[in-house]
Nanobody
Framework: QVHLEESGGGLEQAGGSLRLSCATS????????IAWFRQAPGKAREGVAC????????YYADSVKGRFTISRDNVKNMVYLEMNNLKPEDTAVYLC?????????????????????WGQGTQVTVSS
């Protein structure tokens, strides 16, 4: 049974850092594409960072490039999102997602409809 569980969210001041973790189980992580999405109240779910399962290519939303880094540990079955220089507009629920499909384009990697498995999310709040 596939399971993803996020942790590491919280309240942080603007300019600060947080590291989100996603514990995975029930599947072989290194053959899955994984991603972090976020959803703020009243807004659509947004692909923040994606890591492909074909060549480990990464995708980042323009709003987080240079500040966020996605990574995975296939031995520990963990996925991470390192977030630096946080801004109030980063406030959202952050969700970890996975799919066995090969996502060859940035648009596919950032499309929540392409992912089969989701965690429950962790709240990130950035104060100004």
């Amino acid at each position: 049974q596939v399971h993803l569980e996020e942790s590491g969210g919280g309240l942080e001041q603007a300019g600060g850092s947080l590291r989100l973790s996603c514990a995975t189980s029930g599947f072989t992580l290194d053959v899955y594409a994984i991603a972090w999405f976020r959803q703020a109240p009243g807004k659509a779910r947004e692909g923040v960072a994606c890591l492909s399962n074909s060549d480990d290519a990464t995708y980042y939303a323009d709003s987080v490039k240079g500040r966020f880094t996605i990574s995975r540990d296939n031995v520990k079955n963990m996925v991470y999102l390192e977030m630096n220089n946080l801004k109030p507009e980063d406030t959202a629920v952050y969700l970890c997602a996975a799919t066995s499909a090969y996502l060859w384009t940035n648009s596919a990697q950032a499309d929540p409809g392409r992912y089969d498995y989701w965690g429950q999310g962790t709240q990130v709040t950035v104060s100004s």
